[in-house]
């Protein structure tokens, strides 16, 4: 299904909107974005009640990896594509969702990533196949990589209550008592937020591997590597969103869809460790994917310690 849209053809329309060659997402356009994914954060938030074991007291816990899966696949679909799941909609959403992860289960395990992302089409044409190919890809860079990053920055801060005492400090300074949304504003002041993303994306990189084949020889410190030689990244590089001219063009989406949603949760819940880094048992696959849930415990206290007027 992902055809050859996942060869990461930069994607003609969304680079012809942008200014900023490297960002691919206007600023205009994400700013009308932000209002949507705060939206959804809000639901998410709202949806957590319903997703795992709620305890008397309102405290739940609750697998991430769906629920942020489901979340981020409801923000690509409303801003990028125009379209709104809803609940009747949820299936065909998981279907498609679940399609998409088969093949990307298929290219892993016959090793035909790498075979995929080097062909590209020599006229730059575009027909019907290659725009479902193109939103297939979108669809798949757009919400498994922010879905991933997200679990295991939750899981992360679940984990630290130091750190995720200080991203409260933020929010509160951001806030205040006031339970509004969040704006595009808001999120740009969230730096430490932001650090904290970008170390959780350093420790778990949601692309754990990216990789080339060369099409003519080239002398890197003096090596030689020939033509067709298959590349990779070094181990302790950190480019999450990669770099150069096939860089992630939906990095500052990412960004703002991260923030809309960790800030959301905080805002709401306190988060209690479940499952620990220690018990992270990587699986081979396009994402960086835990072979079992990722658990993290939402505790409602928080809430009403922090907006006094609630
Ligand atoms: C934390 C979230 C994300 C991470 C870590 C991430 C990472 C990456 C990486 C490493 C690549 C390069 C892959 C390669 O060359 O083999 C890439 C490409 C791409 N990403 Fe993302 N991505 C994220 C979110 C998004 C989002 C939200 C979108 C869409 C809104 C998106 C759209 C794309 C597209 C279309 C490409 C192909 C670009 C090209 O080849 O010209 N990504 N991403």
């Known amino acids: 299904m992902a055809g050859d849209g996942l060869p990461h053809k930069r994607w003609p329309k969304m680079a012809a909107a942008s200014q900023d060659p490297d960002s691919g997402v206007h600023f205009n356009i994400l700013r009308h974005f932000s209002e949507v ?7 998410l938030a709202d949806k957590l009640e319903a997703a795992g074991d709620v305890t008397a007291a309102g405290d739940v816990t609750a697998d991430v990896v769906p629920l942020l899966s489901e979340y981020t696949l409801h923000s690509i679909c409303e801003t990028a594509m125009g379209t709104k799941l809803d609940d009747e909609q949820k299936d065909e959403g998981r279907v498609y969702k679940e399609a998409i992860h088969k093949v990307g289960k298929f290219m892993v395990e016959s090793g035909s990533y790498v075979r995929f992302i080097n062909h590209r089409p020599k006229d730059g044409s575009i027909d019907d196949k290659g725009i479902q190919e193109e939103v297939d890809t979108f669809m798949f860079e757009g919400h498994d990589t922010t879905a991933t990053g997200l679990v295991y920055l939750l899981m992360s801060l679940a984990c630290d209550k130091m750190i995720q005492d200080k991203v409260v400090e933020e929010l509160k300074e951001i806030f205040g008592d006031s339970t509004r949304p969040a704006t595009m504003q808001d999120l740009g002041k969230m ?20 990789a080339r084949i060369l099409n003519e020889e080239v002398v890197l410190s003096g090596y030689t590597i020939p033509a067709q030689e298959q590349c990779g990244q070094a181990p302790l590089r950190y480019i999450p969103f990669s770099a150069g001219p096939r860089n992630c063009i939906g990095q500052k989406f990412a960004m703002l869809e991260m923030k809309s949603a960790v800030s959301s949760l905080l805002r709401k819940f306190e988060l209690q460790p479940v499952t620990r880094p220690e018990d992270l048992e990587f699986i081979s696959d396009l994402v960086l994917r835990n ?11 928080l809430y009403n310690r922090f907006f006094s007027n609630v």
């Open 37 to 43: 994914l705060e939206e959804n954060s809000l639901r």
């Open 191 to 210: 730096k430490y937020i932001d650090c904290c993303i970008k170390e959780s994306l350093r420790l778990y990189p949601p692309v754990p591997f990216i």
């Open 291 to 301: 072979n079992g849930p990722v658990l993290v415990s939402f505790k409602k206290e």
